[in-house]
């Protein structure tokens, strides 16, 4: 996919209007379900302040003045018209603005920057030579590591108000819905209703998580669009019936006498009229699944509208009703006719539920993405959908969300508090994209320094003023943000200080590749038959652990590939540049090193397809090798004569290469006659999933099936040979095929390192704090790596490691 980085485009190609259409349609249930809602509580909120209002309506009209014009200048304006340009190959949300400016500036402080990890273009640093002289912006950043720290802290801060707005959101868009009870219902009976049946809801909410939002993901956009319609005919109906000047209030000088006149007051209550805006960011975050033209489509034909005449109607009713004593009857159900009142309360609970959904879902993305850049504790992920890209479940953050959720609306039991906290949440990631969209605009987009301080000017002025009053309320329930972040940083802070403290710890204990080939039988040491995988942070060198390993146990396996899974910096890796594939030490060891990589929102693979395209991939390598020695011999240098930095750096992309067709490989269910040498390998094939292992299909369209209990692997050499070193060299691959293939048939046994970390003597109370009883205890209660790569119990190998940090 090519990325026009100088204004944000997505793809040449353009998709259909037809396509357009059904991706703007379906935005409508995953991106706008939170950000429709909102008028059931931002003017509840808004006048919860003791704002005294008068017969000439301009506490109502300046009200839905800040409304009509945040609307504009922030969803409409920033985020449809420049922050959704700023994406990362398609995706969206703060993770993604962080790797595209660090593919653009050496600014990362995440293991996953290596030599091996920019072998291909797309992960390059993404500056043209002409350009990267004249930012001085960019220097700067690269010269001074507290710089990059602190970018670094505040996606960090950003992603925890995201997690902490995943709490919040379903809390007040829920109790807010259920509160159009309270006209149904006695005084006495209202309090007992409305929290009880918030609380179940909630809880069916998330019990129903597991089973994925594409299951019931085709009710989502008729519902919201239902309620869209409702909303835009409720509020048409107040227009029309009770105040049709109410369009007076556009007018930005009623901003001004509404801040003049109500003063304090008035600024605080802008702590209510930023709840308008909750879920923009979500039209950001979740671009990776729909386009851009779809997104602004939905939002400037449809969604925009709908809510400004939400609003109005509200303002208009308002204005003409003004025996309202306190914040609870000034909600959104007031407005609505009595007649119609049962009906929209059903539709605004579906709504509701909606939208919690999709900042649900929002929020085990964005761990899950933490946790591919090594910023959150291993938690198991659960892929809902096979055919649907991206939709998981967490079951550990889940039910931690329920709790949290039921304990927020049992907590606050009130709309005021609830709109405080959920408020500053939203306000800081607006600011930290804000931040992190003025640094796109200087290092992706190459644009003057000046436009993007004039951008971060502008938008984050307007977001200050809302921080501000945001954070003015943090006894009255903005601290609940506060916590729920400096928790989590916590956390994040912790993980990534200590990974990045072992892999530096890697780096230093790593065994020369002298070493290895050192073992032999002169020292007693034994290969048995089978596949060694030994798993490692590093890209080159031997591990620590696999030394320690044959310390204690003289033997390794006949074929030993040191893996290597990495999060490069892209959203998306694809299948053919996923496997880096060279050797270590000559051909006759069988050792390999193999670099798997991911992006940050890759699926993993199960091992089994792992382990099959694995072998696949070594054999096309070996066979790849081969052929470069035949085609290239008077410019080879042999790997047994090369220096041990110059053989690590000899890493090959399998399946991109121009010879994969030289080298390529079949799978078989019988024997069939060819005047190709082969080399057969047989292997279990029950339980195997996700490679090629079903059916198999030769150029003539024919399938056969394989069976069920074996499999037959067959990797083909070409036999016509044009001089005896080519002769010998197909003989040597023969050997080299026949010995994988021997070894795949004996079994693979899975090395991994099981550490233990602890502070150096004298270490800081605070570091010992942090790792001995911070990162141990994350470790000891979080999924092990052998989870996290779906190693199987019964081929698993731990070493013991200790790192002194």
Avoid at 236 to 253: G, R
């Amino acid at each position: 996919m090519d990325l026009e980085f100088g204004r944000g485009l997505r793809s040449p190609k353009r998709d259909s209007w037809k396509t357009t259409l059904l991706l703007a349609y379906q935005s409508l249930g995953v991106v706008y379900g939170d950000l429709s809602i909102s008028p059931l509580y931002v003017y509840k909120s808004t006048f919860a302040e003791d704002i005294q209002h008068s017969e000439t309506n301009e506490e109502i009209f300046g009200v839905l003045s800040f409304v009509f014009w945040t609307l504009t200048l922030i969803p409409l304006i920033k985020y449809v018209s420049i922050v959704l340009r700023a994406d990362d190959n398609g995706e969206g949300g703060t993770f993604a603005l962080y790797s595209l400016i660090c593919r653009h500036a050496n600014v990362s402080l995440l293991p996953n920057r290596q030599i091996a990890d920019e072998e291909l273009s797309t992960y390059k640093l993404e500056c043209p030579p002409e350009i990267t002289d004249k930012s001085h912006i960019k220097v700067w950043l690269e010269k001074h590591r507290k710089l990059r720290i602190a970018l670094l802290i505040m996606v960090m801060i950003g992603t925890c108000m995201v997690i902490g707005d995943g709490v919040l959101t379903p809390a007040i868009s829920v109790f807010s819905a259920v509160s159009g009870l309270e006209f149904s219902l006695s005084k006495d009976h209202r309090e007992y209703a409305v929290i009880p049946i918030t609380c179940v809801i909630l809880a069916f909410l998330f019990a129903l998580q597991h089973y994925g939002t594409h299951r019931v993901g085709f009710l989502f956009a008729p519902i919201v669009l239902a309620w869209l319609f409702c909303m835009s005919a409720v509020g048409l109906y107040n227009i029309i019936h009770w105040n049709p000047q109410v369009y007076q209030a556009l007018n930005p000088y009623y901003m001004f006498k509404f801040l003049k006149k109500t003063r304090k007051y008035g600024w605080m209550s802008l702590g209510g009229i930023l709840l308008c805006m909750t879920g923009s960011e979500a039209m950001f975050a979740d671009l990776g699944h729909f386009s851009y033209s779809a997104i602004q489509l939905a939002f400037t034909c449809l969604v925009y509208p709908a809510l400004i005449l939400a609003y109005m109607g509200q303002a208009a009713y308002l204005s003409k009703h003004h025996d309202f004593y306190s914040s609870s009857q000034v909600g959104f159900y007031i407005a609505v006719p009595d007649k119609i009142r049962w009906p929209v309360l059903v539709l605004a609970i579906l709504a509701s539920v909606v939208g919690s959904q999709a900042i649900i879902s929002g929020t085990f993305s964005i761990i899950n993405q933490s946790q591919s850049l090594s910023c959150f504790p291993r938690v198991k992920v659960v892929h809902t959908s096979e055919k649907i890209h991206g939709q998981i479940y967490i079951p550990e953050i889940n039910w931690l969300l329920m709790i949290l959720c039921i304990a927020v609306t049992v907590g606050f039991r009130d709309t005021k508090h609830m709109g405080n906290a959920s408020g500053l949440a939203v306000i800081t990631v607006m600011l930290v994209t804000t931040f992190l969209t003025s640094l796109v605009i200087v290092l992706c987009w190459h644009r003057p320094p000046l436009l993007a301080f004039a951008f971060l000017l502008f938008f984050g002025s307007i977001e200050a003023l809302y921080f501000s009053a945001s954070l003015i309320k943090f006894l009255e329930g903005a601290w609940l943000p506060i916590l729920l972040a400096l928790i989590l940083m916590a956390v994040m802070l912790i993980w990534h200080y200590t990974t990045i403290k072992k892999y530096e710890f890697d780096l230093h204990n790593k065994v020369t590749l002298e070493w290895l080939l050192a073992l032999g039988d002169k020292l007693g040491m034994v290969r048995v038959p089978g596949i060694g995988l030994v798993y490692t942070d590093l890209t080159s060198g031997v591990p620590a652990n696999f030394s320690r390993f044959v310390t204690n146990l003289p033997a390794f396996h006949r074929v030993l590939v040191f893996v290597c899974v990495k999060s490069v910096p892209v959203p998306h890796v694809f299948p053919a540049e996923r496997y880096l594939i060279g050797r270590v030490g000559p051909p006759g060891h069988r050792s390999y090193r193999c670099i798997v990589r991911y992006g940050y929102r890759d699926v993993h693979q199960d091992v089994d397809s792992f382990e099959d395209e694995l072998v696949e991939t070594l054999a096309t390598f070996i066979k790849l090798d081969a052929s470069y020695r035949c085609s290239e011999a008077s410019e080879w240098e042999p790997e047994a004569e090369m220096e041990p930095g110059e053989r690590e750096r000899r890493l090959t992309v399998i399946a991109s290469n121009q010879l994969r067709h030289r080298a390529s490989y079949d799978l078989q269910d019988s024997a069939q006659h060819s005047s190709a040498s082969t080399v057969e390998m047989r292997a279990t094939a029950a339980g195997a999933g996700g490679g090629p292992t079903a059916t198999a299909d030769d150029e003539d369209g024919d399938t056969g099936e394989i069976s069920p209990a074996r499999k037959q692997v067959r990797f083909f050499i070409d036999s016509h040979v044009a001089s005896p070193d080519a002769a010998q060299s197909a003989k040597q691959v023969a050997e080299e095929l026949e010995a994988l293939a021997a070894a795949r048939e004996s079994g693979t046994a899975f090395i991994l390192g099981h550490s233990h970390v602890q502070c150096k003597p004298g270490s800081s109370v605070l570091k010992r704090l942090a790792v001995d009883v911070g990162y141990n205890f994350l470790r000891r209660n979080c999924r092990g790596p052998d989870v996290a790569l779906r190693v199987p119990p019964a081929s698993l190998l731990e070493v013991g490691m200790v790192y002194v940090l």
